[in-house]
C-alpha cells in the first residue's frame, strides 16, 4: 500500500512540476531583457532568457508553438524575438504567416 502511495505521489509530481515550471518560464521570458544565444558576458554563461526558451521548447511542439504565440503577442522585443525563433523551428510555415 506505501509503495502505491509513493508511486503515485511520484507520477503526479512529474505530471504537475512541468506544466509549472513551463507557466514560470513563459512568464519570465514575457519580460526578458536579453535576446541571446549561447554564451555571454565576461563568463560565458547562458542567459535566463535562453533557458526559459529551451523550457517551451521541450514541450510537444503544438503546445509550444501555442506558448510561442502567447510570447510574441504579449511580450518586449526581445521577448518577440525569442518567440519567433520557436515558431520558425517548430512550425516554419506559421513563421512565414507571422512574417
Not at 503526479?12 to 514575457?30: G, H, K, N
Not at 510570447?71 to 512574417?99: C, M, T, W
Amino acid at each position: 500500500m506505501r509503495l502505491m502511495a509513493a508511486t503515485l505521489i511520484a507520477f503526479l509530481c512529474s505530471v504537475v512540476y512541468p506544466q509549472e515550471a513551463d507557466s514560470v518560464a513563459i512568464e519570465r521570458i514575457l519580460h526578458t531583457k536579453v535576446f541571446s544565444f549561447g554564451g555571454t558576458g565576461y563568463a560565458g554563461v547562458i542567459s535566463q532568457g535562453e533557458k526559459d526558451f529551451r523550457t517551451i521548447l521541450s514541450q510537444p511542439a503544438s503546445v509550444a508553438v501555442a506558448d510561442f504565440e502567447r510570447v510574441y503577442a504579449g511580450g518586449n522585443s526581445e521577448a518577440k524575438s525569442y518567440a519567433l525563433a520557436g515558431i520558425k523551428e517548430l512550425d516554419p510555415a506559421r513563421f512565414q504567416e507571422i512574417l
